[in-house]
């Protein structure tokens, strides 16, 4: 066991955190800790982080046992380079290093055993701590966090914030440290980035502990689960997905056990009631009296399930075609991408692509936030759009937000604003706080009860699920998998786009392109980047007929089984990504991109000839 707290308890003020929970790191465990917004989760980890201290209870943890956590204030001196700064996530080996040379040194004098053996140890430590590969590997967790290698040599002040964030997280992974504390790890990560840091961190030879709202990250991820909710910890072994359906069973035989037990209850003291007072049957009365009081009571079963419950409807359907795109070259001070698209009713469009690409300017663009380059746009007859930014989400205003949506929408009744904001979980005295103090998630709530009263029948969504919890990412879902209208919406959340999407737009440095296929059938398809026309709308790949003399039954089953082979081979190098001797090294790493890359078109091939046999056959 590498932590545990025992019996915890962390107050605020007069409101209790949580109180007497276990918690326990073992071995190399992923851990994911889980619950609502405010429940506790990041207190939990700056406890574990010694940033805060619990108000009751034991920290045991082993000796000499290192914690990373990515701190608030990132960098002490930011004229230092970027690459000045992560060689300090490797200061034990640079130390053994210079062991090394001393040692060496020595032995040009000392041939003694213990002399040898003193260096077969040190050079035996520097080999298991990466002190042959520790700078490709520097270079290659640098370049999958979205940086050119060229960016090691400047100053950190000449970053964004944003950037320097990620920086930090790169020298966080780097100092391999026993226990690594991630608290939202996924946020501003592309989608590319997101399944790298998955399977870096499913693969990392320590513990880490992980809070985190993307249920596909969690689910490939941790081994562990623990729920805080309403103060109390529990422990779920498994993935999210084992943690979500036992937390459903639990409830459920808890509810049963507690309904059979009160029905017993009411049995006994029906029994008291009808004996206590007859002579003959008061010794019978005191037994079961005695019996109840000596019962152990089951708790009534509380599940923290409460989310808001919206219906999204279009004021009217309007056209069949809702939005037609024609070579609209977007960017700012220079293009960053030419589009064509069609958007017709119905349909719920994904848009993807690796960060500062083009997925938002498109999306500023269509909304006339920002000019168009060249290229133009058209919205169809009756369409009215609906636009949620997520910048524009968190909005600044002295009124209340009863205020807020009753002067928007002053034809509505008192009562019909407090309804359309109780959807939307703002009830009792919440409709009293000022817009200003409202958390993150809580403004994301008030544009949707906005977007909800405008009935739009074309929403643009632009990453809609940032800052909100769990449920609420569920209960969003809900809503729009209902909505009858059309979507066209930028999310880096994949269970969400998975459960969403009927068509995906991927913008990237080869420019847009479109694919009428689920976010699953994409992601099976696994297109490599050489061969993306091959399924893109309106490009054809023409296939030469089969021959009459050949056998196409035969054929059929002969490709069948050579793609069976090629899919067993690539899942073989799709796992060697997470080999040490490859994520370690930046151009091993290149050329088993370029294999799986080529097996991939091999794939592809064999599938089109596949299909074109299978037509033969009828």
């Known amino acids: 066991m590498k932590f545990q707290i025992h019996r915890g308890t962390k107050h605020y003020g007069a409101d209790t955190v949580f109180e007497n929970i276990q918690f326990e790191i073992r071995n190399t465990e992923k851990v994911a800790i889980v619950g609502r917004n405010g429940c506790g989760k990041t207190t939990l980890l700056k406890i574990i982080a010694k940033e805060e201290e619990l108000d009751a209870g034991e920290i045991h943890q082993e000796n000499g046992v290192r914690i990373g956590y990515l701190a608030q204030t990132t960098f002490q001196d930011e004229t230092h380079s970027v690459e000045e700064e992560l060689k300090t996530a490797f200061t034990s080996i640079h130390e053994l290093e210079t062991k090394l040379a001393q040692l060496t040194a020595q032995m040009a004098d000392d041939h003694s055993e213990e002399l040898l053996n003193k ?43 944003g950037q320097k964030t990620r920086i930090a997280f790169v020298k966080l992974l780097l100092s391999k440290s026993d226990i690594l504390l991630l608290d939202e790890p996924t946020n501003h990560l592309d989608l590319e980035t997101i399944e790298w840091l998955e399977g870096y961190v499913k693969r990392y030879p320590k513990a880490v502990v992980l809070v985190s709202h993307d249920r596909m990250f969690l689910d490939d991820v941790c081994d562990v689960v623990y729920e805080l909710e309403y103060g109390v910890m529990r422990r779920y072994p498994g993935n999210y997905s084992n943690y979500v359906e036992t937390k459903k069973s639990d409830i459920e035989r808890q509810k049963s056990a507690y309904a059979r037990q009160q029905k017993e209850i009411q049995r006994m003291e029906d029994l008291i009631e009808k004996f206590r007072y007859k002579k003959n049957k008061a010794a019978f009365a005191q037994s079961k009296i005695k019996y109840l009081d000596r019962m152990e009571r089951i708790d009534d079963p509380k599940s923290d399930d409460q989310t808001f419950h919206a219906r999204f409807t279009p004021r009217i359907k309007g056209g069949k075609r809702v939005l037609e795109v024609k070579d609209l070259t977007i960017g700012y001070d220079k293009p960053l991408c030419t589009v064509n698209l069609e958007i017709l009713q119905g349909q719920k469009i994904a848009v993807l692509g690796p960060n500062g690409k083009g997925k938002s300017t498109f999306v500023k663009t269509i909304m006339n936030q920002i000019p168009a380059l060249s290229g133009s746009f058209l919205y169809g007859h009756q369409i009215e759009p609906g636009y949620f930014d997520q910048e524009l989400a968190q909005f600044h205003s ?29 009830s009792g005295d919440d409709v009293f706080k000022t817009v200003d103090v409202l958390s993150g998630g809580e403004k994301v709530r008030l544009s949707f009860v906005r977007l909800m009263l405008n009935q739009p029948n074309f929403l643009v969504l632009d990453e809609p699920t940032n800052h909100l919890d769990l449920a609420g990412k569920e209960a969003l879902e809900e809503s729009l998998r209902n909505y009858e209208g059309t979507m066209l919406f930028v999310s880096h959340d994949r269970y969400f786009i998975s459960q969403l999407a009927t068509a995906i737009l991927v913008i990237d440095e080869d420019g847009a392109a479109y694919y009428p296929l689920t976010y699953r059938e994409y992601m099976d398809r696994n297109q490599p980047a050489a061969d993306k026309n091959s399924h893109k709308v309106k490009i054809e790949e023409k296939h030469s007929e089969p021959k009459k003399t050949v056998n196409i039954g035969r054929e059929v089953k002969k490709l069948e089984t050579q793609i069976a082979q090629l899919e067993e081979e690539i899942t073989a190098l799709r796992e060697l990504r997470f080999d040490p001797e490859y994520y370690h090294d930046y151009q091993k790493m290149q050329e088993l991109d370029d294999k799986i890359d080529d097996v991939n078109n091999e794939i592809e091939n064999r599938m089109a000839l596949w299909e074109t046999y299978s037509e033969q056959l009828g």
């Open 398 to 426: 002295t009124n209340t937000v009863l205020e807020e949506i009753w002067q928007e929408y002053s034809d509505l009744t008192r009562t019909e604003v407090r309804t359309a904001l109780g959807c939307f979980l703002f």
């Open 119 to 161: 260096y077969a140890d040190v050079q035996s430590r520097f080999e298991e701590m990466g002190g042959y590969t520790w700078e490709s590997e520097m270079r290659s967790v640098f370049t999958k966090f979205g940086f050119q290698e060229e960016m090691l040599k400047r100053t950190l002040d000449t970053f964004s914030g």
